[in-house]
């Protein structure tokens, strides 16, 4: 009834699984349910009534399809107990691992032909060439994993085109399951020559996969970041008219508080005209740098800084920026503030000394230089070479940094970035391209303690 023989298949898809795994959510569903899963599909596919489809022809090889397909979904579902993801997600790690499978199995059978190994029954699944067999799979199951599968990422809201996908993932699957059984004979001088057709076709097959999925996450990110920019862009728009009104607003009032000292009129005494005029003073603490669209942002970012208990100091040479667009200055220290803010809001509040942050931007050697510090508490965390973020919504997780290095990268300058004893430390080099002459009186430093 059973025949253990049959279920290595199975066990070789499971080994696979773990290739493009790695990146994966972990499931919800308890360890037991996933051994029970395990266990289930172990004697469901050491079922010896399978051996008797070799001897139907034609008809038993389409059995074999059916078997195939069997197993297949069997792995997937192991896969599922282990991991959450959606059914296209899902398909493609089913199909990529057994296509791993697939590919070991044709590496064996190249090395077993090319030394002229005996491949019977009897001698197939004695020790020594089972022993083989595992070294020949784990060679391959490690040189993929190494290769695509470590950094291998499916997010099935990210995929562009779904049919292509499908296409990609049926027809893969196809070369694996019906190639040996349809086109590879059971003997002759041409099966080394098949084989290693299988198994190139199988090693493209994989890679144009997970090409595809590196393309659609970088399409999607693209995407998203530029919109993320537009919007940044409106925020800025908003923000300069809101300031505009504000300074006007408070101008007036400065100067009607100004007349009431003079005439001493109204009903109000001294210390409320000082509490007046100290709760308007916030506004004064607007930036003149030199540059409009960095006046707009650091003189939001101080306001935001203020009201968290934050020190915000900044030396800033406001022409040394001129060369670039409003929206790259907007999108540059607009995200490397937003970063910084939301590190330090983490820190507790009586920890007064530890709850700044300083930032640096000025010109030297044709250089635009720029420095951020803060403090953080925990441990750092780097994912694709970018600090791991602390919000909650991780849709946006590490945009803030990508779009930092694509702005960098947009002028051909350098970021770099440490982490000692709780201190983040970004530095930042960009050549600067154009700039106005230093005969105007354009660029303002000015220190801001908030």
């Given at each position: ?60 090889k ?11 979904c ?36 190249l ?43 499916i ?27 349809f086109f ?129 100091t ?19 220290f ?5 970063n ?62 990508k ?26 080099l ?21």
């Open positions: 009834m059973l025949d253990f023989r049959q279920s290595f298949f199975f066990l070789e898809l499971l080994a696979a699984a773990p290739i493009f795994c790695s990146n994966m959510k972990p499931g919800s569903r308890s360890p037991l349910t996933g051994l029970l899963v395990i266990l289930s599909s172990f004697l469901l596919s050491s079922l010896s009534v399978f051996y008797r489809f070799q001897s139907y022809g034609f008809a038993g389409i059995m074999w399809v059916g078997y195939y397909l069997l197993i297949f069997l792995m997937a579902a192991v896969v599922l107990c282990y991991h959450k993801a959606t059914v296209m997600e899902l398909l493609v790690v089913a199909v990529l691992s057994y296509s791993a499978q697939h590919l070991g199995y044709n590496i064996w059978m090395i077993a032909i090319g030394t002229h190994l005996p491949l019977s029954i009897e001698t197939v699944f004695s020790a020594p060439y089972l022993l083989l067999q595992a070294a020949c799979y784990l060679a391959v199951y490690l040189t993929l994993y190494f290769t695509v599968g470590r950094q291998f990422e997010d099935s809201t990210k995929i562009r085109n779904r049919r292509q996908w499908l296409l990609s993932c049926f027809s893969l699957l196809f070369i694996a399951i019906a190639f040996n059984l590879i004979p059971a003997d002759g001088d041409a099966r080394f020559s098949l084989f290693f057709i299988d198994s190139i076709c199988t090693l493209f097959g994989i890679v144009t996969i997970c090409l595809i999925t590196k393309r659609d996450a970088l399409e999607n990110d693209l995407a998203l970041m530029g919109q993320i920019w537009r919007l940044r862009q409106e925020h800025y728009e908003i923000t300069k008219e809101s300031m505009d009104i504000i300074n006007v607003k408070c101008h007036d009032m400065q100067k009607a508080i100004s007349s009431l000292y003079v005439n001493r009129a109204g009903p109000m005494d001294q210390d409320t005209l000082d509490e007046i005029r100290n709760s308007i003073r916030i506004y004064d603490a607007v930036f003149h740098t030199g540059n409009e669209a960095l006046d707009v942002l650091l003189t939001e970012k101080s306001f935001l800084c203020r009201n968290d208990d934050i020190r915000f900044c030396a800033v040479d406001g022409g040394a920026v001129d060369f670039m667009s409003t929206a790259d200055i907007y999108a540059l607009g995200n490397i503030l937003d910084a803010i939301e590190a330090v809001r983490l820190l507790p509040r009586e920890e007064d000394s530890r709850r700044v942050i300083d930032c640096t931007i000025r010109a030297k050697n044709s250089f635009l230089v720029i420095q951020e510090q803060n403090y953080y508490d925990g441990v750092l965390k780097i994912k694709s070479g970018f600090p791991v973020t602390c919000k909650q919504d991780t849709n946006y997780h590490g945009f803030g940094m779009s930092i290095q694509l702005v960098v990268d947009k002028y051909g300058g350098n970021l770099s970035f440490s982490a000692n004893e709780n201190i983040f430390v970004l530095d930042i960009i050549p600067i391209e154009k700039r106005e002459s230093d005969s105007e009186t354009n660029s303002l430093s000015r220190s801001v303690r908030s």
